[in-house]
Nanobody
Framework: QLQASGGGFVQTGDSLRLSCAAS????????VGWFRQAPGKEREEVSC???????NNADSVKGRFTISRDNAENTVHLQMRSLKPEDTAVYYC?????????????????WGQGTQVTVSS
């Protein structure tokens, strides 16, 4: 089970840190990704970290978002800085064997419930 948390209502330029906590599985053994879905839009990948620590970020968030692991807490964080109104979405975390698997339309792996991020202008 994955539990995403940390969303909220913020102003443009603010920061938020999302957390993805796991129970029943060790996140360190998996690739973990953050995805987001805005109203009326497709779900998109935001950031992913492989089981060996390689990270990948969407162009839209490069330089602003950082994904990291805390294996002691069995948690993956998404630090979001310089937030923009277009970052408004429901953010989901997911875990699978690789970041590639998480991108499949069938959405294999483990998926948590979303956490809402709203950025006001």
């Amino acid at each position: 089970q994955l539990q995403a948390s940390g969303g909220g209502f913020v102003q443009t330029g603010d920061s938020l840190r999302l957390s993805c906590a796991a129970s029943g599985l060790r996140l360190g053994d998996y690739a973990v990704g953050w995805f987001r879905q805005a109203p009326g839009k497709e779900r998109e990948e935001v950031s992913c970290i492989s089981d060996n620590g390689v990270t990948n970020n969407a162009d839209s968030v490069k330089g602003r978002f950082t994904i990291s692991r805390d294996n002691a807490e069995n948690t993956v964080h998404l630090q979001m800085r310089s937030l923009k109104p277009e970052d408004t979405a429901v953010y989901y975390c997911a875990a699978a064997a690789s970041c590639w698997y998480l991108r499949l339309p069938s959405r294999p792996g483990y998926w948590g419930q979303g956490t809402q991020v709203t950025v006001s202008s």
